[in-house]
């Protein structure tokens, strides 16, 4: 009988929707991981509990004040445990084959190069990370060669298709995109968008942040740019399509006019599945896709008068700099905003846009200038909403 070969591996943000579904398919297939650190933002039990089911050797909370219940949790376990934002990048240096990227926003960020510092394999979620750092994180997955596997599920799709095939000879790569919960409303009604109506996804169950994203269509916005720096075939190549059904999750034309597809259920769990079992393929306990059943796949142009956020995002890639990293920055203050019930569905892509109408700082060079960047950006974004 053939050995297993058991590789290790550790989940940055483990407790989130990205995180579950990893772990998910870890427990499927216990003795080929070992599970090196997990971490989250506060949820001490949450992860206490993961810990100790997948025997990781360390867990870190960002959040310092929730450490001293994380360490009551695991007391007798052996498991370490630390706290705050030095020791997340400790753990993601502890240098495991494979470190999946699930913290969302650029929070993730330091964290990530910690990982790709280490020249493994990174397993990419958190678009925000590369959507702020750009050139910085691809040269240093360069500088370090680290292999940078994406997660999200249109780039899986786009990477999936453009294996074995000659970057030079892409026509257009084509981002897949739902249309989120709101595809059909009117303005007026987009106006009076509800938290709870936004983070009801139609197709896919995701945090809250990302939820909110799909709603505004910045999500598609965001992917825009990390396709831009994931796939560099230019700008001008990449485009989006509304595909309601979420099946068909990215497409790439090649000069022939061969159009590739991967088509797949709108679970997570397929799209990780392929990098944790990169280069091959492994079971997942997701449904068979089901063409008949399905009937038809509907696409159509999106509409960036009632969705503004993709053309936001397109121009601040042309523009290139710290603009990426300034429009994330305030989206994210925005979408908090929003979630809180501060500010208006409307008055997200609305602020964004005014916070990258002001001066924009330097083109980043380090890691460091980017969290300068987005510091900065967000205390714009908080000024022009009042929230300061
Ligand atoms: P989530 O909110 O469900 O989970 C986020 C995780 O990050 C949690 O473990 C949380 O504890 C941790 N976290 C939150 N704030 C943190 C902070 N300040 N410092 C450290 N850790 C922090 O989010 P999610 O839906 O799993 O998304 C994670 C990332 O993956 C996002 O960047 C998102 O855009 C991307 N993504 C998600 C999906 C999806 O289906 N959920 C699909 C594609 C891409
Ligand atoms: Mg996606």
Same mark, same amino acid.
């Given at each position: 009988?053939?050995?297993?070969?058991?590789?290790?591996?550790?989940?940055?943000?483990?407790?989130?929707?990205?995180?579950?579904?990893?772990?998910?398919?870890?427990?499927?297939?216990?003795?080929?991981?070992?599970?090196?650190?997990?971490?989250?933002?506060?949820?001490?039990?949450?992860?206490?509990?993961?810990?100790?089911?997948?025997?990781?050797?360390?867990?870190?909370?960002?959040?310092?004040?929730?450490?001293?219940?994380?360490?009551?949790?695991?007391?007798?376990?052996?498991?370490?445990?630390?706290?705050?934002?030095?020791?997340?990048?400790?753990?993601?240096?502890?240098?495991?084959?494979?470190?999946?990227?699930?913290?969302?926003?650029?929070?993730?960020?330091?964290?990530?190069?910690?990982?790709?510092?280490?020249?493994?394999?990174?397993?990419?979620?958190?678009?925000?990370?590369?959507?702020?750092?750009?050139?910085?994180?691809?040269?240093? $997955?360069?500088?370090?060669?680290?292999?940078?596997?994406?997660?999200?599920?249109?780039?899986?799709?786009?990477?999936?298709?453009?294996?074995?095939?000659?970057?030079?000879?892409?026509?257009?790569?084509?981002?897949?995109?739902?249309?989120?919960?709101?595809?059909?409303?009117?303005?007026?009604?987009?106006?009076?968008?509800?938290?709870?109506?936004?983070?009801?996804?139609?197709?896919?169950?995701?945090?809250?942040?990302?939820?909110?994203?799909?709603?505004?269509?910045?999500?598609?916005?965001?992917?825009?740019?990390?396709?831009?720096?994931?796939?560099?075939?230019?700008?001008?190549?990449?485009?989006?399509?509304?595909?309601?059904?979420?099946?068909?999750?990215?497409? $790439?034309?090649?000069?022939?006019?061969?159009? /590739?597809?991967?088509?797949?259920?709108?679970?997570?769990?397929?799209?990780?599945?392929?990098?944790?079992?990169?280069?091959?393929?492994?079971?997942?306990?997701?449904?068979?896709?089901? /063409?008949?059943?399905?009937?038809?796949?509907?696409?159509?142009?999106?509409?960036?008068?009632?969705?503004?956020?993709?053309?936001?995002?397109?121009?601040?890639?042309?523009?290139?700099?710290?603009?990426?990293?300034?429009?994330?920055?305030?989206?994210?203050?925005?979408?908090?905003?929003?979630?809180?019930?501060?500010?208006?569905?409307?008055?997200?892509?609305?602020?964004?846009?005014?916070?990258?109408?002001?001066?924009?700082?330097?083109?980043?060079?380090?890691?460091?200038?980017?969290?300068?960047?987005?510091?900065?950006?967000?205390? $714009?974004?908080?000024?022009?909403?009042?929230?300061?």
């Amino acid at each position: 009988m053939a050995e297993t070969v058991t590789r290790t591996i550790s989940i940055l943000g483990a407790t989130g929707s990205i995180g579950s579904s990893t772990l998910d398919l870890i427990r499927r297939n216990r003795d080929e991981w070992r599970v090196v650190a997990l971490t989250a933002n506060g949820n001490a039990g949450e992860l206490a509990r993961l810990a100790r089911e997948f025997g990781a050797e360390c867990v870190v909370v960002a959040d310092e004040t929730c450490l001293p219940e994380l360490r009551e949790l695991l007391s007798g376990s052996g498991i370490e445990a630390a706290g705050g934002a030095q020791a997340l990048c400790e753990a993601a240096s502890r240098g495991a084959e494979v470190t999946v990227a699930a913290i969302v926003g650029c929070a993730g960020l330091a964290p990530t190069m910690a990982a790709i510092e280490q020249g493994r394999v990174v397993a990419l979620a958190n678009k925000e990370a590369l959507v702020s750092a750009g050139d910085v994180m691809t040269a240093a $997955v360069a500088r370090h060669g680290a292999t940078l596997l994406p997660v999200d599920s249109e780039h899986n799709a786009i990477f999936q298709c453009l294996a074995g095939n000659d970057p030079a000879q892409v026509r257009a790569i084509t981002l897949t995109a739902s249309g989120g919960p709101f595809r059909e409303w009117t303005w007026e009604r987009l106006e009076q968008a509800t938290p709870a109506e936004a983070v009801r996804h139609p197709n896919w169950d995701m945090g809250a942040k990302i939820s909110v994203d799909s709603a505004t269509m910045m999500n598609k916005g965001l992917e825009l740019i990390e396709a831009f720096h994931l796939f560099p075939v230019g700008l001008d190549k990449l485009r989006i399509v509304i595909h309601p059904q979420s099946v068909v999750h990215s497409l $790439v034309e090649f000069h022939d006019r061969s159009t /590739l597809a991967q088509l797949g259920p709108s679970d997570m769990r397929v799209p990780i599945a392929s990098i944790l079992a990169w280069p091959g393929r492994m079971e997942t306990p997701c449904e068979p896709l089901d /063409l008949a059943a399905l009937g038809s796949l509907t696409f159509h142009a999106p509409d960036e008068l009632r969705f503004p956020a993709t053309r936001l995002a397109r121009e601040a890639a042309g523009a290139g700099g710290a603009a990426p990293a300034v429009l994330n920055a305030a989206n994210e203050v925005a979408v908090a905003a929003f979630l809180a019930g501060q500010i208006a569905f409307t008055h997200i892509a609305a602020n964004v846009e005014r916070v990258l109408a002001a001066d924009l700082p330097a083109a980043p060079a380090t890691l460091d200038d980017v969290l300068v960047i987005d510091r900065d950006a967000r205390a $714009v974004a908080r000024e022009i909403l009042e929230l300061a």
